[in-house]
């Protein structure tokens, strides 16, 4: 089983996606991005191996409007160096990657211009796709799209239109139950249709439920069903509905009892789960140290990313986590421990005192180094926000700077830079 997330890495230098706007998209601009977000894509895939990551959803905007006409740049030649690169990489840490286009792809619209323009960016992420060298196992996953008013009839235009595609888009189409039109039961008919996939979204399930009343896992059984052996391994969506957030809103972050008890009732355990989630990366690797039952050595650099962060929430939850590292606790199920602490100072309301201390702690790493600007600035900054005058964002910033200059890893790779 592999676990992964989608589209963006978080708290990872180097890695933010680059874009632009229509009208400053000239052909010498798309070219720079397009590299720009290729070595950001690099950075990614080091991430990913570093961690053992094996899923990973590559963002449709790697490729500033790929599939718009105002892009005539032949990218896939341009950057074949940067692809063959990253390729290269994939193929190392043995990671499967996808790609998802957004809501305005809609095969079954009623406007032709709507279905030409889906059509245009499904061949734009398979092009991708083939820049990277990847096969068929590789996907695009697509919802169905719109009722218009007669769900049978939208399901035999998506049919039909499917059918009009490339046989290389077939090989990577995969299609998905969405939160409003179509449930995994007609997800399921249109593919006895298509002969394509079904990826089943938890969700989406659980918000657009069929008549049928099944548990997620016989529902899962015969998703599997849709699947052949050059698809690879079935893929499914995981992923939880946020709290006081209408619905279909992604947690910020996954909470692992609730992602074990999913994970235990499956009966098929060979399966690569897609979390979609706020916090992406920290997420996917928090499930993956947890069904690993990663040890107290293992989760060190874990903890080295996590720690001011939490000392920003919860004082008294840093000390007991902290105390446990120092003490190297053998316990049978560290992991668990481990990230149930983390999730419960997360959970915490922001607390302006705690959030002076970890600034403190950081200020206190690099004090002897700043210059007086630099100190006149901070004091500045911590005083109005202890007097509720400032922002946290602000002397976050100032802190942020200080220690990128000076180049300090641990610290430029804290969480408490990423996350509020």
Known sequence: MAVGYACLTIGVKDAALSRCILKNATQDTIIEITKQNLDALEVMMDYNIHHNIQLFRISSDIIPFGSHPVNQVEW???????????????????????????????????????????????????????????????????????????????????????????????????????????????????????????????????????????????????????????????????????ENAPAGSHSDMIFYNDFLSFYHRLNEKEIDIMLEVKDKNLSAVKCKNILENARVEELKEEWSRYKYLILSRSPNLYTVINEAFVKSESREEFAPWFYERIEQALELPVNSKAQVTAAECIWDRIYDSCTETERKRYEKLLYSYSKENGTLSSLKNHLFKCVNLRNLQELVDSLYFYLN
Not at 96 to 105: D, E, L
Not at 165 to 181: A, G, M, Q
């Open 76 to 242: 896939w030649n341009q950057c074949k160096d940067l692809f063959e690169c990253i390729r290269k990489k994939i193929i190392q840490g043995n990671i499967r990657v996808s790609m998802h286009p957004g809501q305005y792809t809609v095969l079954n619209s009623l406007q032709q211009n709507v279905i030409e323009n889906a059509v245009r960016d499904l061949v734009y992420h398979d092009k991708v796709l083939e820049a990277l060298g990847m096969d068929q196992s590789c996907k695009i996953i697509l919802h169905i799209g719109g009722v218009y008013g007669d769900k049978n009839k939208a399901m035999d235009t998506f049919a039909r239109q499917y059918e009009k595609l490339p046989r290389t888009i077939k090989d990577r189409l995969i299609i998905e139950n969405d939160d409003k039109n179509f449930t995994i039961s007609e997800v399921l008919e249109v593919s006895k249709k298509i002969g394509a996939p079904v990826v089943f979204d938890n969700l989406h399930h659980a918000i657009n439920p069929p008549e049928e009343q099944r548990p997620d896992c016989e529902w899962i059984k015969e998703c599997k069903k849709t699947w052949n052996s050059t698809d690879g391994k079935q893929k499914i969506h995981y992923s939880q509905q946020k």
